[in-house]
């Protein structure tokens, strides 16, 4: 089965962390670029970071850099998001996006979702 499946959200108080996980199954996993978004209630879904496909590029949103951590392993098809000194203010739903750069298969693929909530 083609898709992405993120785990690894839950309840966490202010200055604590967290990892999630995206765990792709079913297309060329090294051959994508992949993202974490995040989409809090009322607000627009925005780009939290972004690996290339073999790690040789990074980037993050200004609001996480030094705080969260983007990271792949080719070969377990999985990208992770370590998620340090959390704050409330990143309560979303965090989503996996993987977006094809070469070969063949899906153009993109978006997960379900994890929802990360920072409350004391």
């Known amino acids: 089965q083609v898709q992405v499946v993120e785990s690894g959200g839950g309840l966490v108080q202010p200055g604590g962390s967290l990892r999630l996980s995206c765990a792709a199954s079913g297309f060329t996993f090294s051959a994508y670029v992949m993202s974490w978004y995040r989409q809090a209630p009322g607000k627009e879904r925005e780009l939290v970071a972004r690996?290339?496909?073999?790690?040789?590029?990074?980037n993050y949103a200004d609001s996480v850099k030094g705080r969260f951590t983007i990271s792949r392993d080719n070969n377990k098809n999985t990208v992770y998001l370590e998620m340090n000194s959390l704050k409330p203010e990143d309560t979303a739903v965090y989503y996996c996006n993987a977006r094809r750069l070469y070969g063949l298969g899906p153009q993109a693929l978006w997960g379900q979702g994890t929802q990360v909530t920072v409350s004391s």
């Open positions: 690996i290339t496909t073999a790690g040789e590029l990074i």
